[in-house]
């Protein structure tokens, strides 16, 4: 539990430190770097929670796919890569404020409601099996068979529409 | 333990709210937007860790999939918008504005 806790606070103080980082940079392709140090401490704490698959899910779509498209969106919608000093508008301020009263607020009612609630030390839902995975592809086509299938048809229909979207010849 | 868990989620929400309202490249508030989902996925383990449920894996699983679809149709709309206007500045995009 104490390694737990001591690999926990590392990572999140990473992450926090490289989201500040997606936000603040004046280079996209920094920001872009480092959304992916981000995504790869989700995954990280979903090790910690027990969620091996959501894990290796997370890193392969995530920063396997994901990442790639949004670092093909930069490369083709900007000129130049590197310092912009227009990056961020006018009115940042509001965003500043936006985000430390809903950091407050919501940090108040974790701490308040949540405060002394404790995770199971053995996080695996399924002891027989000995592993979640078993558990999540018993769920996913079972119970939630349904909204797995809605979504296989929604990824095909943006599929298509980004295609149609995109295109050149129209 | 449990609380550590959502403020983590808490505070990279907040980070990712501000980075929607704050940035001007349509990309950026694209990946600002991606750490909002990531920050919901972190929550939706944790409660499940807590309820020994695994509820909270299959639809983090789900939001990955409906975030790898917003991605794709976000990126066409921008380069749309890039080929019509050679730029993806937000504050270009105001023929809404009366």
Request: glycine share 8%; aromatic share 8%; charged share 10%.
């Given at each position: 539990?104490?390694?737990?806790?001591i690999f926990f606070y590392v990572i999140a103080a990473t992450m926090v430190g490289s989201a500040l980082v997606v936000v603040t940079s004046r280079n996209v392709v920094h920001s872009a770097l480092a959304l992916i140090v981000v995504f790869g401490g989700?995954?990280?704490?979903?090790?910690?929670?027990?969620?091996?698959?959501?894990?290796?899910?997370?890193?392969?779509?995530?920063?396997?796919?994901?990442?790639?498209?949004?670092?093909?969106?930069?490369?083709?919608?900007?000129?130049?890569?590197?310092?912009d000093p227009d990056m961020t508008n006018d009115h940042w301020w509001v965003g500043v404020v936006t985000a430390v009263l809903l950091v407050g607020v919501m940090g108040y009612a974790l701490v308040d409601r949540f405060g002394d609630d404790a995770l199971p030390a053995d996080r695996r839902i399924d002891a027989v099996n000995g592993s979640n995975t078993a558990?999540?592809?018993d769920a996913i086509f079972s119970q939630y068979l349904i909204p797995f299938?809605?979504?296989s048809v929604l990824l095909l229909s943006a599929l298509v529409g980004a295609i149609v979207i995109a295109r050149k010849d129209r | 333990m449990l609380n550590q868990f959502l403020l983590l989620g808490a505070v990279l929400f907040c980070i990712g709210v501000y980075g929607v309202i704050a940035r001007k490249n349509t990309v950026l508030v694209l990946m600002s937007i991606e750490l909002i989902l990531n920050a919901?996925?972190?929550n939706l383990l944790a409660?499940?860790?807590?309820?020994?449920?695994?509820?909270?894996?299959?639809?983090?699983?789900?939001?990955?999939?409906?975030a790898a679809a917003e991605v794709g149709v976000g990126l066409a709309m921008v380069l749309i918008i890039y080929r019509n206007r050679?730029?993806?500045?937000?504050d270009d995009v105001d023929s809404m504005r009366g």
């Open positions: 539990m104490v390694a737990q806790n989700v995954a990280a704490q979903f090790v910690i929670l027990a969620g091996e698959f959501v894990a290796v899910t997370q890193v392969l779509v995530y920063i396997g796919a994901i990442m790639v498209l949004v670092l093909f969106g930069i490369m083709l919608t900007r000129a130049k890569i590197g310092r558990t999540v592809s299938e809605v979504i | 919901v996925n972190i409660f499940g860790a807590m309820h020994g449920d695994i509820t909270g894996a299959v639809f983090a699983l789900f939001i990955i999939a409906v050679a730029s993806v500045d937000l």
